[in-house]
């Protein structure tokens, strides 16, 4: 083999869970359904609330925001069926990351998992700032003319990038939950739990106090409901649905819950389910109680009902915005923590953050280490940029997780090597039997073509399963690059080579696509599965991809950079310390195929694990 197919070879391998994924753990088994329900509330209850549906009314979409967080509970709803499937059958920590890693391949899986730190690093800093903001409005901005008069002589920061002042504030907010999420998991889920119920009375008192002394007629003012067209509806939509992003947070949880193949599916649901509503009816009743440009995006419910000689509500929204902003603080550490934990153990990141306290089964370096990196942001970022790194990052994740759903059901069970263990052999799998085109019965029709196109010349050429990967890449690459084309080079559209170019992109979309429905897949009877694969997981990702592509050119160019960091420290660090890649090497019972028959010592047990 050559360097380079070895390379290739080396990047795509996929991680074997070794024992019963379900009693081993690293962490203490403490949290339930109704615990990881308010883990998930508390990272999506934030600044949706107070915030995001402000900034998006005010400057993207106007009263559509309510549409904009329709569509952005949509696409979250998609992406999470794709979770809900895997979470149900891997019970590792790590949440996209592991799915991905045990699915379709260790870089791949890096690239999800660097992205989800990008996700939760701008998570935590952008909730902090909205916090600190919300608190300094009440205050007549006390804070921020105290900062600027001290320490830039009254002179803001001009600058794209930056905020117009450090917001220390918001850094020792970070910093505060930093270090109480490092006494551990039970605690930080009691704190949660208290911290919801609180905000839903006042979630409840806002929307009721909003209704009453509102006025439909502001739903229509200033250019109707659609005041930015319905390009600002969508761009609207990839910038709300950052605020349902917190539900991978139940994921990462697996671990440490009592009972996660049947807790983290139904609470996934749940969680989701009680906030899309909650941000639709709140995202409403701030649109009608005040115009969209009477909005002051920073702190936009307790200002507008200051505005209505509502002082008392304005208190009252400040101390709801506490709640849930130190909600999706604690569950956003919490996350991140794991997940720079899981890169870490399985060797792709510097192994001193795999350290896990003995005391409080926390990793504490890594909660420490990038709890102070996001300090770092929240003090000097703007908000807006960190949205939107947040929205992307967020997007790309999903978008490969729906992917990693079809190649998963695409691939023949012989090439599938995940566990080493009888029990979980059959976990992830049930084949598809009966006669290939020969008429010759066949265990598993996995991979292959249907038999109505046993014909195609090319295809049939191919082993099992080979073609789909190749055809869902192809099918992202065109979509984007043609979405890429439409929505920042409009210009360009009016010339003939740019059009012919954009019609041929999308073309080959649709027939890289066509080819994957051509194949048969896998199922699972009695397990959470995706129905209507590829169909509907390419709906999500196509969703995605349209989400992504509405961010401005700046923000892609800030998530290029971060890929490029990643990648370096993957093929300098990762790639030579990964210990999947040790196993490989030492193991003579994992081969390219699979696992070969695993002995269990004796010869009245022994059981050979069928592929």
């Given at each position: 083999m050559s360097i380079f197919g070895e390379c290739f070879s080396n990047v795509n391998r996929r991680k074997t869970l070794h024992g019963n994924s379900e009693s081993s753990s690293t962490f203490r088994r403490c949290l339930n359904t109704i615990d990881l329900t308010y883990i998930g509330l508390g990272s999506m209850l934030g600044t949706g609330l107070f915030v995001v549906g402000g900034e998006v009314a005010k400057n993207i979409a106007g009263p559509a925001v309510v549409v904009s967080f329709?569509?952005?509970?949509?696409?979250?709803?998609?992406?999470?069926?794709?979770?809900?499937?895997?979470?149900?059958?891997?019970?590792?920590?790590?949440?996209?990351?592991?799915?991905?890693?045990?699915?379709?391949?260790?870089?791949?899986?890096?690239?999800?998992?660097?992205?989800?730190?990008?996700?939760?690093?701008?998570?935590?800093?952008?909730?902090?700032?909205?916090?600190?903001?919300?608190?300094?409005?009440?205050?007549?901005?006390?804070?921020?003319?105290?900062?600027?008069?001290?320490?830039?002589?009254?002179?803001?920061?001009?600058?794209?990038?930056?905020?117009?002042?450090?917001?220390?504030?918001?850094?020792?907010?970070?910093?505060?939950?930093?270090?109480?999420?490092?006494?551990?998991?039970?605690?930080?889920?009691?704190?949660?739990?208290?911290?919801?119920?609180?905000?839903?009375?006042?979630?409840?008192?806002?929307?009721?106090?909003?209704?009453?002394?509102?006025?439909?007629?502001?739903?229509?003012?200033?250019?109707?409901?659609?005041?930015?067209?319905?390009?600002?509806?969508?761009?609207?939509?990839?910038?709300?649905?950052?605020?349902?992003?917190?539900?991978?947070?139940?994921?990462?949880?697996?671990?440490?819950?009592?009972?996660?193949?049947?807790?983290?599916?139904?609470?996934l649901g749940a969680a989701l389910a009680v906030v899309s509503v909650t941000y639709l009816i709140v995202s409403g009743s701030l649109t009608y109680l005040v115009t969209y440009k009477e909005i002051i995006p920073d702190a936009a419910f307790s200002a507008a009902f200051i505005e209505k000689g509502l002082d008392w509500m304005g208190y009252i929204v400040t101390i709801g915005v506490i709640l849930a902003g130190f909600t999706s603080l604690i569950t956003g550490s919490y996350f991140l923590a794991r997940l720079i934990y899981a890169l870490s153990v399985d060797g792709l990141f510097f192994k001193a953050f795999s350290n896990v306290s003995q005391t409080s089964q926390v990793p504490v370096m890594a909660t420490i280490a990038f709890g102070t990196m996001s300090a770092a942001l929240a003090i000097l970022v703007k908000y807006d940029v960190l949205v939107k790194c947040l929205s992307i990052g967020t997007l790309c994740a999903y978008t490969i997780m729906s992917g990693a759903v079809i190649i998963l059901r695409y691939r023949p069970k012989s090439k599938d090597s995940l566990f080493v263990d009888y029990d979980d052999a059959t976990t992830l799998f049930t084949q598809t039997e009966g006669a290939d085109d020969n008429g010759e019965y066949v265990y598993d029709l996995t991979g292959r073509l249907k038999n109505s196109f046993n014909s195609l010349p090319l295809l049939s050429k191919l082993e099992p399963g080979a073609a789909v990967p190749y055809a869902l890449l192809g099918f992202v690459f065109c979509l984007g690059a043609g979405l890429l084309l439409i929505n920042n080079f409009p210009d360009l559209l009016s010339t003939v080579p740019v059009a012919i170019l954009t019609i041929v992109l999308f073309i080959l979309s649709l027939m890289s696509f066509v080819i994957i429905p051509l194949h048969h897949h896998s199922f699972n009877e009695g397990k959470i599965q995706v129905p209507f694969v590829p169909f509907l997981p390419a709906f999500s990702i196509t969703i995605n991809i349209i989400l992504m592509t509405q961010l401005d050119h700046l923000t892609w160019l800030r998530f290029i950079l971060w890929i490029a960091i990643g990648m370096a420290i993957y093929f300098f660090y990762g790639y030579w310390h990964s210990e999947e890649g040790k196993t490989d090497e030492q193991s003579p019972n994992i081969t390219e195929n699979g696992p070969t028959a695993f002995s269990y010592g004796s010869l009245d047990n022994e059981r050979e694990i069928q592929y």
């Open positions: 329709a569509l952005g509970a949509i696409a979250a709803l998609l992406s999470a069926y794709c979770y809900a499937e895997f979470s149900s059958q891997i019970t590792r920590t790590g949440s996209a990351y592991i799915y991905a890693y045990v699915s379709i391949g260790e870089v791949w899986a890096y690239i999800i998992g660097w992205n989800m730190v990008l996700e939760y690093i701008a998570m935590l800093s952008s909730v902090s700032r909205a916090m600190s903001a919300t608190i300094d409005s009440v205050i007549d901005f006390k804070i921020q003319n105290a900062i600027t008069h001290y320490f830039l002589n009254d002179e803001p920061w001009k600058s794209s990038f930056l905020s117009e002042y450090p917001d220390l504030f918001a850094g020792a907010l970070v910093i505060f939950v930093t270090i109480l999420v490092s006494f551990g998991a039970k605690i930080s889920s009691t704190v949660t739990f208290i911290c919801i119920n609180m905000l839903f009375v006042i979630v409840v008192m806002m929307i009721v106090v909003a209704f009453y002394y509102g006025d439909v007629n502001n739903l229509t003012k200033d250019g109707g409901y659609f005041p930015f067209g319905i390009e600002g509806v969508l761009e609207g939509a990839a910038v709300c649905f950052m605020t349902y992003s917190g539900f991978e947070v139940i994921c990462i949880s697996s671990e440490e819950c009592t009972s996660p193949r049947k807790s983290i599916p139904i609470a």
